[in-house]
């Protein structure tokens, strides 16, 4: 992204959470993933995260849309405790909501900020269409696994392929739809640990969608 802002500040609902690339098994759909991804003009979703940690799960959902590299909009739906909460990101000006303080702010974004993304994995890749130096720090490989995947809310039944990706900074399983490449499903892991779900449970590739989503209100 142009404009970089720390994806933390994005999930504040949550409390805080190179090797050389092998050759997958299915080059063809890698090289589809990064296709896909640097052809990217826009991405709507609704997604949903669970955080595992020793207390308990954390479980939020979210609608998202994005347009690189500088517009970006998320709004919380569940639970209800953040339902409505809002952050925008519009050409380097970044808005947030929080209803239940009724506190708004509004801030510039500093084009060198710190912005791992760790939070959606090989998604955040994916829409900021890094995918090509994600792959190629990482040692791929495809599963076995051939179970039929059920895409959340559009109850749509999709053929994907599971990858493993082993990084320098950890592990992640990814489920891809075969469809269009792009990812649906990923967990995320620390050594054995699950500590991360994203669930794609809708989603539009390069729908622009309507302008005012990204319009910062006024103070």
């Known amino acids: 992204m142009t404009q970089r802002i720390r994806w933390t500040l994005l999930f504040a609902a949550f409390v805080a959470l190179a090797a050389p690339a092998a050759a997958a098994q299915d080059t063809g759909l890698l090289n589809d993933i990064q296709s896909a991804s640097e052809s990217l003009t826009a991405y709507c979703a609704t997604i949903e995260m669970t955080q595992h940690q020793a ?10 849309d994005f ?22 990101l519009n050409t380097g000006r970044f808005y947030t909501y929080i209803p239940s303080l009724n506190r708004r702010l509004w801030q510039d974004v500093e084009d060198d ?14 829409v900021t269409r890094s995918t090509a130096a994600f792959i190629d720090a990482a040692i791929v490989e495809a ?5 039929p995947y059920v895409l959340g809310a559009a109850e749509q039944e999709i053929e994907v392929t599971e990858l493993i ?3 320098p900074d950890g592990r992640q399983t990814v489920k891809v739809n075969r469809a ?13 640990d699950l500590t991360m779900e994203i669930r794609v449970l ?3 590739l390069n729908a622009e969608p309507d302008e005012a989503l990204f319009a910062i209100p006024e103070k």
């Open 180 to 192: 269009d490449a792009a990812p649906v499903a990923i967990d995320i892991y620390d050594g054995d």
């Open 165 to 167: 990706f082993q990084t």
């Open 143 to 147: 599963t076995e696994n051939t179970e």
């Open 67 to 88: 347009v690189p590299t500088d517009r970006m909009r998320i709004a919380y739906t569940s639970p209800a405790s953040v339902d409505g909460q809002m952050m925008i």
């Open 202 to 204: 809708s989603y539009i």
């Open 55 to 64: 207390r308990g799960d954390s479980v939020i959902t979210f609608t998202f």
């Open 113 to 126: 900020s710190n912005d791992q993304g760790e939070e959606m994995g090989f998604l955040y890749d994916f």
